[in-house]
């Protein structure tokens, strides 16, 4: 799959003529009328295709960490030391990292451009990446978590913003909803790993409980190949005459004084954090812990099946890419819908019918998923839940103006995942107390269901921040 998106982008004569592009203007008037891919020359598709990749081999390398946590707990920690608690700390201190890198580089690619700043954080997150696979403990694979979260925070708002500023405004929505869409092919390429992976353990063409290794190897290939192609990239022409007016005026880019202390985008930026933290702490701190779910699940119904015990762990790990596929197929549909929707219908009518439908799907999956044949609730939550993130990536870059569309965007998407990151410490310790006392597998898995049901009621503060929001369907983006 990964070389199939190169063998696509690679040959495109938008590489091959850059020095053209760069010439060409990019803000002729389109044809609203058209659909949104109709209305973006050649150069719009360059940077598209650059911004979506960027992104995809982003979420390709969070997943793999998702996937591979578990079975990089076990190897790195003694027995007696409980797995899932430790990787819901590693997963609390990378979305630490997150957050961070979001805050350091949506500044700084309002300051000094968003392909240069999105380019070096495409290569942080790859290396460190590659790196954790060679961590020797729970220490140094929480530093390489941190690290590759510094990387990952920054992508988001870099490539939203660079998007929104090099497209027509008419087609801004559909191509945002779709670059966030093309996330899932990245989680798809992770779930495709795990299986391979689990699939040479079972064989023991690879040493059973090593793959989690060539899981983060693979993780840094993909990403760190991208960052060649977007070296030809060129700063927006709306953020270069953008940034000489501002020199002349005064204006602050990239500024968190501008962005808190100017009343006009202080009330978009701290309620657009809010709406982001009930989308990530629901993703984060309870959707993506279904590879625990899945896993002890399926280890049961295995051992059921007689399977034997050497297998276990390939076929686990079989599943769990399996479920992850599963997962993201749902997650890809559902945020092009969610994308119909808010072009159709709004922003806000969009967020509400998604908040609701997260909520019901998360804990739907979490009560009812017993086996094999209930593989396609995965389906449904990862639509509902990542249709959110959609949204993100279309009205976010909505509230702010072209100074801050960056810092501001990041703001919301990540600042959140400082509160965020508590996410999966919260599942952890309201699991434990559930679970005290239980002293069978049957017990502690029911107390592990029960917290994640608890913990989805947090989708509707998504809805109360919606409540004060702006709705931004069809309105120009705000400029200074």
């Known amino acids: 799959m990964i070389p199939l998106i190169f063998a696509i982008v690679i040959p495109c004569p938008v590489i091959q003529h850059r020095a053209h592009f760069s010439r060409m203007s990019t803000t002729a008037t389109p044809d609203a009328s058209a659909p949104w891919y109709k209305q973006m020359t050649k150069y719009h598709w360059f940077v598209f295709i650059v911004a979506s990749l960027a992104w995809l081999f982003d979420c390709l390398d969070q997943q793999l960490f998702l996937l591979a946590r578990n079975s990089a707990m076990k190897a790195l920690l003694p027995p007696e030391m409980d797995a899932i608690k430790y990787g819901g700390y590693a997963t609390s201190i990378f979305v630490a990292g997150w957050a961070t890198g979001g805050l350091i580089f949506g500044s700084v690619g309002d300051r000094i451009g968003r392909a240069k700043t999105l380019t070096l954080t495409v290569l942080i997150y790859s290396v460190c990446t590659g790196l954790s696979a060679f961590s020797k403990g729970w220490v140094d694979f929480a530093i390489y978590r941190f690290l590759t979260g510094l990387g990952?925070?920054?992508v988001f708002g870099l490539a939203v913003a660079l998007v929104a500023d090099t497209l027509p405004d008419t087609a801004r929505a559909g191509a945002l909803g779709t670059l966030q869409a093309l996330s899932a092919v990245g989680n798809i390429a992770a779930g495709l790993t795990s299986m391979y992976m689990g699939s040479l353990e079972a064989s023991k063409a690879i040493e059973p409980?090593?793959?989690?290794?060539?899981?983060?190897?693979?993780?840094?290939?993909?990403a760190f190949l991208c960052v060649f192609i977007q070296i030809r990239l060129k700063e927006p022409e709306k953020w270069v005459k953008a940034r000489a007016a501002g020199k002349a005026a005064g204006v602050k880019f990239g500024s968190y004084s501008s962005l808190l202390g100017d009343v006009r985008w202080r009330k978009s930026a701290l309620l657009g954090m809010v709406l982001c933290v009930a989308g990530v702490i629901g993703l984060w701190g309870i959707g993506f812990f279904s590879p625990e779910l899945v896993g002890d699940v399926m280890e049961r119904s295995l051992k059921a099946e007689?399977?034997?015990?050497?297998?276990?762990?390939?076929?686990?790990?079989?599943?769990?890419?399996?479920?992850?596929?599963?997962?993201?197929l749902g997650a890809f549909f559902g945020m092009l819908l969610m994308?119909?929707?808010?072009?159709?219908?709004?922003?806000?009518?969009?967020?509400a019918m998604a908040y609701v439908a997260a909520m019901i799907a998360t804990i739907g999956f979490f009560q009812f998923f017993n086996g094999r044949g209930d593989i396609w609730m995965s389906a449904v939550m990862g639509a509902c839940q990542l249709a959110l993130f959609a949204g993100f990536a279309i009205y976010l870059p909505e509230l702010f103006p072209t100074s801050l569309r960056?810092?501001?965007?990041?703001?919301?998407?990540?600042?959140?995942?400082?509160?965020?990151?508590s996410g999966p410490f919260t599942l952890g310790s309201l699991q434990a107390a559930l679970k005290a006392g239980?002293?069978?597998?049957?017990?502690?898995?029911?107390?592990f269901r029960t917290a994640c049901t608890y913990m989805s009621a947090i989708f509707l503060l998504g809805l109360v921040a919606?409540?004060?929001?702006p709705e931004t369907k069809g309105r120009p983006m705000p400029e200074d």
């Open 152 to 154: 990952v925070g920054g």
């Open 209 to 222: 409980g090593t793959a989690w290794k060539y899981m983060f190897l693979v993780g840094a290939l993909p």
């Open 306 to 328: 007689g399977v034997a015990p050497d297998k276990i762990a390939g076929e686990k790990t079989y599943w769990i890419g399996v479920n992850s596929i599963v997962q993201n």
């Open 339 to 351: 994308t119909k929707i808010a072009q159709g219908r709004g922003r806000k009518p969009a967020f």
């Open 406 to 421: 960056s810092t501001g965007t990041s703001f919301c998407y990540n600042v959140g995942r400082f509160v965020a990151a």
């Open 438 to 447: 239980a002293t069978t597998p049957e017990a502690k898995l029911e107390a």
């Open 466 to 469: 919606l409540a004060f929001l």
